[in-house]
């Protein structure tokens, strides 16, 4: 398999909106009384059509009708209508502090109408502590069409990493069709999801939200608190759930603040509306973009940084004053006082309309440990941005093992379908020797250059513990699904499959990978992860880091089974390009 290199694609997506135009930050005062236009347009000339309901990130949005909406890099706009249209946000509502004081048109209808799943019962949600979201993923299904089962499933892992990565920035909601009460409480409870569920009679009076719902078949569908659908998909196999997921992610990190590449289209935007906002009155400089990151921070042993930072008029910074007495070690003091002059971006601040020269507060708290592993970061960032599929595969199997060595089944739904949640075996349950015999212990590990020597042709004999088997060509399907029951069905058994690839220099790559049930996986014959779990194949379910050698490299994994489905999902990435 050679890599074929293909462009990324958040920069296919967001290539037509940015229309390829970088613009000065102008600063221009506009009358607040001014008259509104009910035309807007691009810079290039292009209509734009709705009204304009929020600001997200670097995106201007805007509604046109009921399930309708547009998204406008901000700049896309020429200044003046960037001030205009900081001149209408100042008349709308901000982000609620409590979404039980959301203004938005879908996140103010759900206040009092939303459950969550605790101790296998749906109980009313309190929303009064968290704050309004800005992204609301929600989910239409249904509890008697199986899709709506591999929906919820395969979205777990993506709205685990995206509520540890975004916190309250982004919540998840299912909201139920075509069944009943019962069974609304049914599918929720089986399925045990982190996020919010719909109290199923509320459902007739969320008006604005009731408007996206299918009226066949299941959707996914992100929404703006305005109700601008920002990523959508009819979610009808693994493919369009796999377009959606990356959308959001996509979404989620272009508009996050820490994201260098929102950080033009946030100046462009806040140095034409600020003199809007701050006509008659005065504001510190803003900053925009902060260039320190935690995970260098806490390698230096940096907890907090606390300065003053001169701006000019222009939004450069000229000098930055570190406290010293918050807790920077001396030695970093200088590096990180020139980091911040170099590298910060500010909107500078404004007296009675005019940008002038400030003083900007800067108090940096380092977080206690980054919520995901570097792999999950990567991914959800886009470093790890373009596709490769892995479809030929080589499949030795199946290796029976004794059920003792297995922990129990969690439950079967009423339609006889296996749930399994991961979990982490319990040795004091799963003894070490039975892990050894089961997962620890491989065929190759006493054969001379064990896991790095495993290189088989289809047909060929393997002995494994007096057992002779065959490996055999597989396809995944278009999705990356490999069903390993395919063969033949077997429960209480570990297989392996095998790929290769060609890579034209050194690489990073990520793996992600699904697997029902324990995974292990070696690249190269080093073995770069393992986790010993009970659960069902889900999409991106690990993130797997490689490193990619120039020339061939081998792809070895092991999947152990007990019971129902045995298989895996997989795919992989490559870095992008700087």
């Not at 709705?50 to 890099?73: D, T």
């Amino acid at each position: 398999m050679n890599l074929t290199l293909h462009q990324p694609r958040w920069q296919r997506v967001f290539a037509v909106k940015s229309i390829g135009l970088v613009l000065a930050a102008v600063m221009v005062a506009v009358a607040p009384a001014a008259a509104k236009r009910p035309e807007w347009q691009d810079v290039a000339g292009n209509e734009i059509k709705g009204k304009p309901v929020e600001v997200l990130g670097p995106f201007a949005l805007f509604k046109s009708g009921a399930r309708a909406g547009q998204r406008v890099l901000l700049r896309g706009l020429a200044p003046e209508d960037a001030a205009r249209l900081g001149a209408e946000m100042a008349e709308r509502p901000a982000r609620a502090a409590s979404w039980a004081d959301a203004a938005g048109d879908v996140t103010a209808e759900l206040p009092n109408r939303v459950m969550r799943v605790e101790q296998d019962k749906l109980v009313l949600a309190d929303l009064t502590a968290v704050p309004e979201p800005e992204v609301l993923v929600v989910l239409f299904g249904s509890h008697n069409d199986g899709e709506s089962w591999r929906m919820l499933g395969n979205f777990e892992p993506t709205y685990r990493r995206l509520r540890a990565m975004y916190g309250d920035r982004v919540e998840a909601l299912f909201y139920g069709v075509r069944h009943d009460a019962a069974q609304h409480a049914r599918i929720a409870v089986t399925g045990q999801p982190r996020w919010l569920v719909t109290d199923y009679m509320s459902q007739r009076g969320m008006n604005t939200l009731s408007r996206f719902a299918p009226r066949e078949g299941i959707s996914m569908v992100a929404l703006s608190r305005e109700g601008v659908p920002l990523v959508s998909s009819t979610a009808k196999d693994l493919a369009e759930i796999q377009e959606f997921v990356d959308g959001l992610n996509e979404i989620m990190w272009l508009t996050d603040p820490t994201a260098p590449s929102s950080w033009p289209d946030r100046l462009h935007y806040l140095n034409a509306a600020r003199p809007v906002w701050f006509a008659e009155g005065e504001s510190a400089p803003v900053l925009v973009g902060d260039p320190l990151r935690d995970d260098g921070l806490r390698q230096r042993g940096i907890t907090r940084i606390k300065a003053e930072i001169e701006v000019g008029a222009d939004g450069r910074a000229t000098e930055a004053r570190i406290d010293g007495a918050a807790g920077v070690p001396e030695k970093w003091i200088h590096p990180l006082e020139q980091a911040l002059v170099q590298a910060a971006r500010f909107s500078p601040a404004v007296a009675r309309g005019q940008a002038v020269a400030g003083t900007a507060p800067y108090d940096h708290v380092v977080s206690a440990a980054d919520p995901l592993t570097p792999a999950e970061q990567a991914w959800l960032k886009g470093t790890a941005a373009i596709p490769l599929a892995l479809r030929d595969w080589l499949v030795l199997k199946p290796v029976d093992v004794p059920e003792q060595m297995f922990s129990v089944v969690e439950g079967v739904n009423e339609d006889g379908v296996v749930m399994m949640s991961a979990f982490e075996a319990d040795t004091a349950k799963v003894s070490r020797s039975s892990q050894m015999n089961a997962f620890d212990h491989d065929w190759f590990d006493d054969a001379a250059g064990g896991a790095a020597a495993v290189a088989p042709q289809a047909g060929d004999k393997q002995d494994v513990a007096g057992t002779e088997l065959e490996w055999r060509s597989m396809q995944a399907d278009e999705h990356g699904f490999v069903d390993l029951q395919s063969f033949e069905r077997r429960d209480y058994c570990i297989g392996y499959a095998w790929t290769a690839l060609e890579s034209p220099q050194e690489l990073d790559a990520w793996l992600a990978i699904g697997s029902d049930e324990g995974l292990k996986i070696w690249l190269n014959g080093e073995l770069v992860h393992d986790r010993w779990v009970r659960r069902i194949s889900k999409l991106d379910d690990d993130i797997v880091p490689l490193k990619l050698r120039a020339g061939e490299n081998r792809i070895l994994i092991k999947i152990q089974n007990a019971t129902g489905d045995w298989s895996f999902v997989s795919r992989m990435r490559l870095r992008a390009p700087r």
